[in-house]
């Protein structure tokens, strides 16, 4: 299994440009998410889905679009880039909630840069 | 949420023990502690979870404590690739919540 994979590792955008980062897994989980890690702080969680065709906001979702057409595929979309949006975005996903279950595994990461 | 108190950061020989401490005195009933490390310039990876009991699996043992406010996760034999920063994450299995919360967590350094 490649587990938890997601392109671009790099990416530099301008300010007002819009983009779509890409997360995929094999593992068939239900659940996907995504979280942004800023310098020297914890991850804070984007938007989140618990199956095809369900999607929530989470902790920071202003600026960001997400959709679930597949179990595999939960991409997020950056509708018009702000320089606050430069961060790590991180993709994970997990078999479910509780337990071992809820174990939830991560991407290597994007790293995005907005001038 | 419950919130979790580490130290910044730690230090450690190669090859001894090492004890990440953990405070989370608003713990309620529910809440699993869970650990997760992050290797620099990767994402987070599972390392251990446990409710009450201690726990012991292939990468860490989790030593909770009777109250349950405190937890410690403990690396036997520190190697450098053990350099991470190690987060201490409450999660309330009973309200079917999915979000993990990161707090700044435990940067361990390993030295050789």
């Known amino acids: 299994n490649a587990g938890v994979t997601q392109t671009p590792k790099f990416q530099v955008l301008k300010t007002g440009q819009s983009m779509t980062l890409q997360c995929a897994q094999d593992?068939?989980?239900?659940?996907m998410s995504w979280y942004r890690q800023d310098p020297g702080m914890g991850l804070r969680l984007i938007h989140y889905?618990?199956?095809?065709?369900?999607?929530d906001q989470g902790e920071v979702p202003n600026g960001y679009n997400v959709s679930r057409s597949t179990t595999e595929d939960f991409p997020l979309r950056l509708l018009s880039a702000a320089p606050s949006q430069t961060s790590v975005y991180f993709c994970?996903?997990?078999?479910?909630?509780?337990?071992?279950?809820?174990?939830?595994?991560f991407g290597p990461g994007t790293r995005l840069t907005v001038l | 949420d419950a919130k979790t108190t580490q130290p910044n950061s730690m230090e450690s020989n190669e090859e001894e023990p090492v004890h990440l401490p953990c405070n989370h005195s608003?713990?309620?009933?529910?809440?699993?502690i869970h650990w997760y490390r992050q290797l620099p310039s990767q994402g987070p990876e599972y390392v251990i979870h446990?409710?009450?009991s201690n726990v012991n699996n292939r990468m860490a043992s989790l030593a909770i404590a009777e109250d349950r406010k405190s937890s410690t996760l403990i690396l036997h034999r520190a190697t450098l690739r053990d350099a991470a920063v190690y987060y201490c994450?409450?999660?309330?299995?009973?309200?079917?919540?999915?979000?993990?919360?990161f707090g700044k967590g435990t940067k361990l350094s390993v030295i050789p």
């Open positions: 994970a996903s997990s078999f479910g909630l509780a337990g071992g279950q809820g174990t939830q595994y």
């Open positions: 593992m068939n989980h239900e659940y």
């Open positions: 889905s618990v199956g095809a065709g369900i999607t």
């Open positions: 608003t713990i309620s009933g529910t809440d699993y």
């Open positions: 446990g409710l009450t």
């Open positions: 994450i409450l999660r309330d299995h009973g309200a079917g919540s999915y979000q993990l919360t």
